[in-house]
């Protein structure tokens, strides 16, 4: 019996379903006066059809992954998804997950802003800000003053966020590149909708490329030592009632590729985490013994979800 050849995990943009344009939007797709109840029952099933469709697409099942796109099409795609995503995380819903990290990072920006203020230079030495998965202009982040935020998303919903996918984003290149790095990097509400548990983990290693351990200029000269951050939100049933994925496996993958958790906020729907990045040394322990995470059952039960987080490579 012949083998079955493993796929490599492809880039985010090949897993997606082909969309339709805003104009094509069913009279069903969501709108900002969507119930709290609507807006998560779009959110979950738009979830639990891609999770259906990778399931397909790995069993070589051409005409299922067809009906399933045909769903996905008629929930108005991921235009609709996203709408209601947005509305999830209006203010009147209180779901601006970036206020979370604005508290947590305010004695930085502090410092930052008291720099400005003494250069007399109000347009540099800002905290550059890469938000993946970005659906607004309009939120905490992007309002504050000491915060230059580059947004991006596979479909962009409005001018100001880069249509992009962050797998296909364009590396550094050199250290004199220090404007394609960033002081922290945001994937809020993002690793839950990667589709597989590999690429998953090629993105939390892939944002190691795309720091920058340079601290904003407008900050005093004595803060010498700085390490980007990576702002990290999660539903908690990913983590707190998945039979394949807890938060040791979290903690465990993270510190593997150089993170370590400064903050943590849990709620009954989500998980917050700020991590700072700290490059391995080629020749530490750590590196040396990398471990490779795969799937496996860490927490039996029937009425559990399958998400995990996987990792096949050293950093």
Known sequence: MAVKKRKRPGLLSHTRPRLPTAKQLT??????????????NLINSHHQLLKARERAVHAGDEALVSQIDAKIDANGGLESYQLASKTGQSRERGGDSSTVLLE?????????KQGRQQTENLS???????????????????????????????????PGILQQDFMERPLPTGDDDD???????????????????AQRGEMLKRCSAFFTTSPP????????????????????????????????RLSDIATSLGYSKVKEKVTNKLIYQLWEFRPLPPDSNKNKSA??????ELNPGKMRNNFTITLNAKP
């Open 27 to 40: 009279p069903s797709a969501p709108t900002v006066s969507l119930s709290s109840k609507a807006t998560r």
């Open 291 to 296: 471990r490779i995470f795969r799937k496996e």
């Open 104 to 112: 947590w990072i305010r004695p930085l920006l502090k410092r930052i």
């Open 217 to 248: 200029s407008s900050l005093p000269t004595e803060n010498t030592e700085f390490a980007p951050y990576l702002f990290l939100v999660l539903p908690a049933a990913c983590v707190l009632n998945s039979r394949y994925f807890n938060s040791d």
């Open 179 to 197: 404007k394609a790095r960033f002081h922290a990097i945001s994937l809020s509400l993002v690793l839950n909708y990667v589709p597989s548990a």
């Open 124 to 158: 540099a030495g800002k905290l550059r800000l890469l938000e993946v998965g970005a659906l607004s202009t309009k939120n905490a982040c992007s309002q504050h003053d000491c915060i230059d935020v580059t947004r991006i998303d596979l479909n962009s919903q409005e």
